[in-house]
Nanobody, 122 residues
Framework: QVQLVESGGGLVQPGGSLRLSCAASGSIFSINAWGWYRQAPGKQRELVAAITSGGSTNYADSVKGRFTISRSNAKNTVYLQMNSLKPEDTAVYYC????????????????WGQGTQVTVSS
């Protein structure tokens, strides 16, 4: 079994910072790519940032210059450093991983974490 567990969410004032973490555990052969998504109340889930196995990154326009995605291959963990937070960044943040389980027949599957709440408010 494979699990993704996020941490680091919370309440922060506008202009503040938070660092989210997402750790993958279980029978993992390799992790190809990671992504962070968010979903605000009444809105669709949207991509925030993504990073490939080679380190290439992609960001939503709304977070460019403020958020940074990074990964630790040794720890099977992805991070999202969020700076200069705005009230519109308030959402549940989800991580996902495109990975190959050891017993997955060589196929790549997408796994999701349970989500962590980020609230930006004064």
């Amino acid at each position: 079994q494979v699990q993704l567990v996020e941490s680091g969410g919370g309440l922060v004032q506008p202009g503040g910072s938070l660092r989210l973490s997402c750790a993958a555990s279980g029978s993992i052969f390799s992790i190809n790519a990671w992504g962070w998504y968010r979903q605000a109340p009444g809105k669709q889930r949207e991509l925030v940032a993504a990073i490939t196995s080679g380190g290439s990154t992609n960001y939503a326009d709304s977070v460019k210059g403020r958020f940074t995605i990074s990964r630790s291959n040794a720890k099977n963990t992805v991070y999202l450093q969020m700076n200069s937070l705005k009230p519109e960044d308030t959402a549940v943040y989800y991580c996902n991983a495109d990975l190959r389980p050891i017993t997955g027949g060589g196929y790549t599957y997408r796994y999701w974490g349970q989500g962590t709440q980020v609230t930006v408010s004064s």
